[in-house]
């Protein structure tokens, strides 16, 4: 899926939700070591800065360079561009070899991946025992009863337009497949439920349905699903375009070590 948010990268950098500081202290207290962790499909970086308040050294990778180029600077984060000719041998060096890494975590892209290849490295770089996967992601968005039948109407306009992938992402990560050793946070077909708590402005709100890419690739086809006209019954279920309200995007994780 190299490239398919490079066209909304700085839109996606101001919109996406801030994941709860709560989220990375339960995977750091599941891991009994806290030297070096990974973030994959690490975008704007915004995980890897979380987790970094935890770990010594973080290693967030991306296959987008636009991506990467909006990623906010930290001291113990590493930014590393991965391309997808490298092999796994390549990236397994990059990381520090076999049994190098405490926590691997991916936010809101795992469904994009080679999931057996993925899972493969995976079980190959973490740590042994001790280490532990962590994935998660959102879909709904509930503001109010009236907002989120408008939100229901607009996202069934956008069905046509998603990557098949993303059914994952619409299934809350039920159907995802997932090979690990149960920790408490979410296991295979019972992911742990979640809520992100956001003060968001109506303009916020816009600018992220913008980046969704079955949006982009709408607007590619020449079909704008955000008009004017949709932007306008957005903003009077909204409340007004300078009102800031209190959103909760439902949330969902798995996590698990390596089978021993």
């Not at 398919?4 to 994941?19: G, H, M, S, T, V």
Request: proline content about 5%; some cysteine; aromatic content about 12%.
């Amino acid at each position: 899926m190299a490239g398919l948010f490079d066209k909304q990268a700085e839109i996606y950098l101001d919109a996406r939700p801030n994941y709860p500081s709560e989220w990375y202290k339960l995977l750091a207290d599941r891991t009994p070591f806290h030297s070096l962790a990974w973030d994959v499909g690490t975008g704007s970086g915004q995980a890897a800065l979380g987790v970094a308040e935890h770990y010594e050294q973080v290693i967030g990778s991306d296959l987008s360079e636009a991506q990467l180029k909006c990623a906010m600077p930290h001291p113990r984060v590493k930014y590393i561009h991965t391309q997808l000719s490298m092999s796994d041998d390549e990236l397994v060096t990059l990381l520090g070899g076999e049994g190098s890494v405490d926590l691997v975590t991916v936010a809101q892209a795992v469904h994009w991946f080679d999931l057996p290849r993925f899972y493969s490295l995976v079980k190959c770089v973490l740590r042994k025992p001790g280490g532990m996967l962590a994935v998660w992601g959102y879909n709904d968005i509930l503001v109010s009863p009236m907002f989120d039948l408008v939100m229901k109407r607009f996202h069934d306009s956008t069905l046509p337009f998603w990557h098949p992938d993303i059914q994952y992402i619409f299934d809350g990560y039920r159907t995802l497949p997932f090979p690990f050793e149960d920790v408490g946070l979410g296991i295979e077909g019972k992911p742990l439920q979640l809520d992100i708590p956001k003060q968001l402005s109506f303009d916020g709100f816009v600018g992220m349905v913008r980046s969704w890419s079955a949006v982009i690739t709408a607007k590619e086809r020449g079909i704008d699903l955000l008009s004017e006209e949709v932007v306008k019954e957005f903003e009077s279920a909204w409340g007004g375009s300078k009102l800031i309200r209190s959103v909760a995007y439902k949330a969902f994780m798995l996590a698990g070590k390596v089978h021993l």
